[in-house]
């Protein structure tokens, strides 16, 4: 919707075509180091492509959310050796050397009960085992995220309340948000 309100390019994180990720919901000790290195490829190539493209393009993940939401939180659930984890970690700062932040990451927080409603209309069959206890992780681990380690700018946008897609008033409020954010339209 962003997308098309700006007329920026959209780049969609690849789910449908991403060989591990069934794998990895059925066991996430085993796939683990496998899909987060395939992630941190795809990203860091997304950043590289962003970066040459010459326009706007706005992401719904990023690279920065793989390492220190999902990566984290694979570490600290035990489902990646403290090898792995090391061995990932060089790699990405290694990455970063060569990207720039974003202008403006924005963050959906959402409650676990509204993830897992977005989860089952989604209806993805690997999702539908996803324990309640790593959603809870995954959100504590993007509040930390945002709040302690992520350098650039961030809004932040509480999604429960809002129904953006059917109501355009709520739509509308983002776009403000946006506006005065990245163009000093209106004032916060």
């Keep these: 919707m962003l997308a098309r309100h ?18 990895y919901y059925r066991d996430i000790r085993r ?26 393009v706005i992401q719904d993940r990023t690279i920065f959310e793989g390492v220190y939401v999902f990566m984290q939180n694979n570490r600290d659930m035990g489902n990646l050796s403290e090898r792995d984890y090391n061995t990932y ?10 990207v720039r932040l974003p202008d403006l990451m924005i963050y959906l927080r959402a409650s676990v009960p ?18 309640l206890e790593y959603l809870e992780n995954l959100n504590r681990r993007y509040d930390e995220f945002v709040s302690k380690y992520y350098k650039g700018r961030v809004m932040v946008i509480e999604k429960d309340q809002l129904d953006f897609e059917h109501r355009p008033k709520d739509f509308a409020q983002i776009i403000d948000r946006i506006d005065s954010t990245l163009f000093g339209l209106f004032p916060e």
């Design 31 to 56: 796939w683990s180091f496998n899909l987060e290195v395939y992630f941190l490829k795809e990203r860091f190539r997304d950043l590289i492509d962003i970066q040459q493209s010459g326009h706007t």
């Design 89 to 98: 970690m060089e790699l990405f700062e290694q990455m970063m050397q060569v």
């Design 6 to 23: 700006y007329r920026w390019e959209a780049r969609f994180e690849s789910v449908d075509h991403n060989p591990y990720l069934e794998d």
């Design 114 to 131: 509204h993830l897992v409603g977005n989860i089952q209309k989604r209806g993805r069959d690997y999702e539908q085992t996803m324990q």
